[in-house]
T-cell receptor
């Protein structure tokens, strides 16, 4: 019930393409769904987050799509750039410690 | 900006040693967390604390203990380090009550146990 399943494990995208990372959760009590971005040698940093009262949230090139009935949410990175190459983690919580997915290593190649 | 600092970026210890990892946050956050990060396993919660002198076990507490004597400081202790505790350790903090859900992470400590 506490798991968050993330896919794919790794992703290679051409510069300018769209990167899509998917997550699924089991606990319907979760009400906060963030995505974290981690560069090598750094701690994870919050990228964007959504609550289940909306189906989509956009911040610049980054969009979260949320499907409450399917218990799934995804991160879309539009116009992917080499600087977006990093590991991305989805997570979920309800005023508890975040439960993280296992991460997706994104490589954007020119 | 919230700042979470960890005492060491890299640490090398021998099997059986007692190891202290220190974490300090400067935003008066009530909640603090210790995770370990391993390739393919993501971030796994070791311990967390909602208040001074309070602690709760996470998903993988075995072999670890914690101490929170002051609000800004949360220490992770490996009583007798073992090679399977070689990992990246990440500390995080979060405001309490209605202060927000964002967890802020430190830069991590890469611990190698020989």
């Amino acid at each position: 019930q506490q798991q968050v399943k993330q896919s794919p494990q790794s992703l290679i995208v051409q510069k300018g393409g769209i990167s899509i990372i998917n997550c699924a959760y089991e606990n319907t009590a979760f009400d906060y769904f963030p995505w974290y971005q981690q560069f090598p040698g750094k701690g994870p940093a919050l990228l964007i987050a959504i609550r289940p009262d909306v189906s989509e949230k956009k911040e610049g090139r980054f969009t979260i799509s949320f499907n409450k009935s399917a218990k799934q949410f995804s991160l879309h990175i539009m116009d992917s750039q080499p600087g977006d190459s990093a590991t991305y983690f989805c997570a979920a919580s309800k005023r508890t410690p975040l439960v993280f997915g296992k991460g997706t290593r994104l490589s954007v190649i020119a | 900006d919230v700042k979470v600092t960890q005492s060491s970026r890299y640490l090398v210890k021998r099997t059986g040693e007692k190891v202290f990892l220190e974490c300090v946050q400067d935003m008066d956050h009530e909640n603090m967390f210790w995770y370990r990060q391993d390739p393919g396993l993501g971030l796994r919660l070791i311990y967390f604390s909602y208040d001074v002198k309070m602690k709760e076990k996470g998903d993988i507490p075995e072999g670890y203990s914690v101490s929170r004597e002051k609000k800004e400081r949360f220490s992770l202790i490996l009583e007798s380090a073992s090679t399977n505790q070689t990992s990246m350790y990440l500390c995080a903090s979060r405001a309490g009550g209605s202060g927000g859900d964002t967890q802020y992470f430190g830069p991590g400590t890469r611990l190698t146990v020989l």
